[in-house]
């Protein structure tokens, strides 16, 4: 909705609490691709999205560095086990 006041505009289709974080210029979201996830970039100015990166193995949150040199994201490992033999320890 414009600060002026007016009619709301749809930014995004849809987002969690976790996928996106907003800056002065655009919004970091981050998309589910047919591989995985893409994190991208929506600028505010053109309302263009242009993709950042892929994300692989799932992810569940992300966070970018005020100077936006960096993006800390969680990456989901599938579940997996092994069995370990260890031997010759007291």
Same mark, same amino acid.
Do not use: C, H
């Given at each position: 909705? @414009? &600060?002026?006041?007016?009619? +709301? $505009?749809?930014? !995004? @289709?849809?987002?969690?609490?976790?996928?996106?974080?907003?800056?002065?210029?655009? &919004?970091?979201?981050? $998309?589910?691709?047919?591989?995985?996830?893409?994190? +991208?970039?929506?600028? /505010?100015?053109?309302?263009?999205? +242009? &993709?950042?990166?892929?994300?692989?193995?799932?992810? /569940?949150? /992300?966070? &970018?560095? @005020?100077?936006?040199?960096?993006?800390?994201? $969680?990456?989901?490992? @599938? !579940?997996?086990?092994? !069995?370990?033999?260890?031997?010759?320890?007291?």
């Amino acid at each position: 909705m @414009p &600060v002026a006041g007016g009619e +709301e $505009t749809q930014v !995004l @289709p849809s987002v969690t609490r976790w996928n996106y974080a907003i800056m002065d210029d655009g &919004v970091y979201f981050v $998309t589910r691709t047919g591989r995985g996830f893409a994190m +991208e970039f929506l600028r /505010f100015a053109t309302g263009k999205t +242009e &993709v950042i990166a892929p994300i692989r193995d799932g992810y /569940f949150g /992300f966070s &970018v560095s @005020p100077d936006r040199k960096r993006i800390l994201y $969680t990456q989901g490992i @599938p !579940l997996s086990s092994e !069995l370990v033999l260890a031997e010759g320890f007291r």
